[in-house]
């Protein structure tokens, strides 16, 4: 660079300084101007040799950053000192111990968090991120700056991305997506929030950012109209009142149209509220909330309202602290429109999330709300059971949980998370209850276990002593107190079907004449080829191992040796015979063509096929499938003339091969039963489900389930167990 440019850059430089003072939204003494300063100071002389990579000086980005925290967010001059520093002990020579000594402990307390949280490199997966996010909000109980001046530091970064290689501004605005929009809307700072999320989408999704964009912008006259008629049916009214206020139109991000397009599967032109009309009164404390509804009464005397969209975030605030009124009516054009009423306290807090909190409220309240939120994140940190990405996961979920209300039948209300399901609700009442959820009604009518409630909803349980938890549950479930119940029945359950099952082996084998001891049970293990003991009897006790199996498990040990030797010596005095019985033995049944389909056949008078003979089919006019021998004399003659009427033939052995069945079940519908169906047919190993297909007509329930089976035994067995369920009528094999 040539001395003049640098001159330039110096010049531009202190520029940014002199307006970062200017802009802060807090108003700044003496002392603390003399500590932005020296921050100033240092960063310029540690940062001196380096640029970023847009070719810029690097200490703009330092300086641009505590621009957002002074400005846009609005914190004290310790955060600002400490954004200046934040990339001081990460990049440079510098230690935390320098920034300590020159700055005092506080300034030194956020810089070390900030460093502590490294920089997620481009390789790391998501449970990586997840990991670092995890590290990040440990830090919070050290000071929440530190992670408000990250977001800020993230903000930036994403402002100043054009001059990064593709790949890695798609990562790091995925990173943004997933990690510190979320962390900002729940911080409360929606400005911030919506930017990271259009930047993201910019860089994620760039086509779909433009067209967005480039609509908003066209429409953009249009919006200043329709709000330009809104105001004039308004004006009078308000003025009336002597209200001193300003009617804005506020459009909506570009990141959430498109996740309203998406949601709703609607293009621009159908998302109906694209941006949201505003009006920000001014008032004293006192007159507050009066204020507020006396505009609502206004708004609503000249447009109809949406009754069941009403939202008073006055009289209880958000957790993140958010005030306002929030009504959607019927406006100009015969349009809903949501309108948000706040006062001029409400908009900044809304805009400045907590630092125009302690602003307003006395410092202390707002620390004790502060501290509610941390604590609890705190409690969600400290257990180590989940994984790092199942916890921002879970986090993330909980920050846009929005609750639903229902009722039970006696008219209590209940609150939910959002996408809470009926299995949820049971569990919600009570365990017990839980447990024993036999069925669920919304509305009087009887919905699935994992049918989706929502607010409004009237929602019965029917229990019975006999219900309880299977598998499949695990999906039905969200809450977290569900799925812990769920899952500690389900073991319980297992427990107890081993328990019956070691209980039967011992009388099975005793038939047998084998005695079950530690000897038996690992013989048994290797021979079935599982893991351990309660593998074993959970099995016998479900009827996996049924006795079939276990007079194999007898004969494979009642010594091997004796029956090698009569075989030997029965092969000895007739080899041939012994073969052909063997064989005929195995080789059980017919299977044609492709498939291997069992059909009906005869075998044909000319060459008597028997198991085992190599054979093909040939479709006659009047007599169906005959089964001749390949060597058959007629066989040349029918395969040269009726080439088209040959079918591929060939014996199996049906204990080895698998085969196709179909069932048809028919009972009286139940809550439940699917499940219990499906579970028997999933939990046997041994059995395959191709397609199920249920229906169900005025409590009459058909249903039709194709699986593939090892042999007959099993899939007998299978209809058994079935027939088994408690309101199941009938089941056939087809
Ligand atoms: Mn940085």
């Known amino acids: 660079m040539t001395e003049e440019a640098l001159e330039i850059e110096n010049k531009e430089i202190a520029k940014q300084y002199k307006r970062l003072l200017k802009i802060s939204y807090r108003t700044l003494t003496k002392e603390d ?3 932005i300063r020296s921050a100033f100071d240092l960063a ?17 980005h330092p300086i641009a950053v505590a621009k957002i925290v002074a400005s846009e967010i609005g914190l004290d001059s310790t955060s600002i000192a400490a954004a200046l520093l934040h990339d001081v002990v990460e990049d440079t020579d510098y230690t935390i111990a320098d920034i300590e000594q020159m700055f005092g402990e506080a300034v030194a307390r956020i810089v070390d968090g900030l460093t502590k949280i490294s920089h997620l490199s481009e390789d790391k997966d998501v449970s990586m991120q997840a990991e670092n996010f ?18 800020a530091d993230r903000l930036h970064n994403m402002q100043t991305m054009d001059s990064m290689p593709p790949h890695k501004q798609v990562k790091i605005a995925s990173e943004t997506l997933y990690i510190y929009a979320p962390l900002a809307h729940r911080i409360g700072m929606y400005n911030i929030k919506t930017e990271l999320e259009d930047l993201s989408l910019k860089y994620t999704e760039p086509e779909v950012y433009n067209d967005i964009f480039s609509k908003i912008k066209d429409s953009k006259e249009q919006q200043d109209a329709y709000i330009e008629s809104f105001t004039s049916i308004l004006k009078n009214s308000l003025d009336k009142e002597e209200l001193e206020y300003e009617i804005k139109g506020r459009p909506k991000s570009i990141y959430s149209i498109r996740r309203k ?19 920000i009164y001014n008032a004293i404390p006192e007159n507050e909330k009066f204020l507020a509804w006396k505009i ?8 109809r309202p949406n009754p069941t969209r009403l939202r008073d975030w006055i009289s209880s605030p958000k957790s993140t602290g958010y005030e306002a009124l929030h009504i959607t009516v019927m406006g100009p054009k015969g349009r809903w429109v949501e309108v948000q009423i706040r006062s001029e306290r409400m908009n900044e807090i809304a805009e400045k999330g907590f630092a ?32 790092a990405v199942d916890f921002v996961e879970e986090f993330k979920l909980n920050l846009y949980a929005k609750e639903i209300f229902v009722f039970s039948p006696m008219g209590d209300l209940y609150s939910l998370p959002k996408g809470s399901t009926a299995l949820d609700f049971a569990f919600s009442i009570h365990t017990e209850v839980g447990l024993h959820t036999r069925g669920t009604k919304v509305n009087g009518k009887l919905v699935p276990l994992s049918h989706h409630l929502k607010s409004g909803d009237q929602v019965e349980i029917i229990t019975s002593d006999k219900a309880k938890p299977n598998a499949n549950w695990l999906d039905y479930a969200t809450s977290g107190r569900a799925l812990t119940k769920i899952k500690s029945s389900l073991k319980e359950e297992e427990k107890l079907i081993a328990a019956e099952g070691k209980v039967v082996l011992a009388r099975k084998l005793k038939s047998l004449k084998i005695t079950l001891d530690e000897n038996t049970i690992n013989q048994l293990v290797n ?32 010594n091997a ?81 009726f080439s088209y009427r040959i079918i591929k033939a060939k014996w199996i052995d049906s204990t080895q091969s698998e085969f196709k069945s179909e069932l048809v079940i028919s009972g009286i519908d139940t809550m439940g039963l699917v499940n219990e169906v499906t579970k028997i047919i999933s939990s046997n190993h041994n059995i395959n489900m191709i397609s199920v297909h249920f229906e169900s007509d005025d409590g009459v329930f058909n249903g039709q389930v194709k699986v593939v089976v090892k042999n007959i035994s099993i899939l007998d067995n299978l209809v058994k167990n079935i027939k088994k369920i408690n309101g199941i009528d009938k089941v056939t094999r087809v």
């Not at 310029?44 to 703009?60: L, M, N, P, T, W």
């Not at 998406?262 to 009006?279: G, P, W």
């Open 33 to 35: 101007k003399k500590l």
């Open 44 to 60: 310029v002389d540690a940062h001196k040799d380096q640029r970023r990579k847009s070719g810029e000086a690097y200490i703009f």
């Open 134 to 151: 995890r590290k990040m909000l440990l830090t919070l109980n050290e000071d929440i700056r530190v992670i408000i001046i990250k977001i």
């Open 261 to 279: 397009m998406m949601v709703q599967n609607v293009t621009f032109d159908e998302v109906y509220d694209k941006f949201a009309v505003r009006i």
């Open 296 to 303: 609502y009464s206004i708004v609503t005397d000249h447009f």
């Open 356 to 387: 125009a909190h302690y602003k307003y409220k006395n410092k202390e309240k707002g620390d004790v709300e502060l501290d509610d939120w941390l604590n609890k994140l705190q409690d969600a940190l400290g257990s180590d059971e989940i994984s």
């Open 527 to 558: 021979f079935f080829k599982i893991k351990t003991s309660l593998d074993l009897f959970y099995r016998v006790g479900a009827g996996i191992i049924d006795n079939k199996k276990l007079k194999e498990f007898a004969a494979s040990r009642n």
């Open 561 to 641: 040796f004796v029956s090698f030797f009569k075989n030997r010596l029965r092969k000895t005095s007739n080899p041939e015979d012994i073969d052909k019985e063997e064989i005929t033995a195995k080789y059980d049944q017919l299977v044609f063509g492709k498939e291997e389909d069992k059909l009906d056949y005869k075998l044909a008078i000319c060459c008597n096929p028997i198991p085992g003979d190599k054979v093909f089919g040939f479709i006659t006019v009047s007599e169906g499938i005959k089964v001749h021998k390949k060597s058959c004399p007629n066989a040349l003659q029918l395969q040269s003339n």
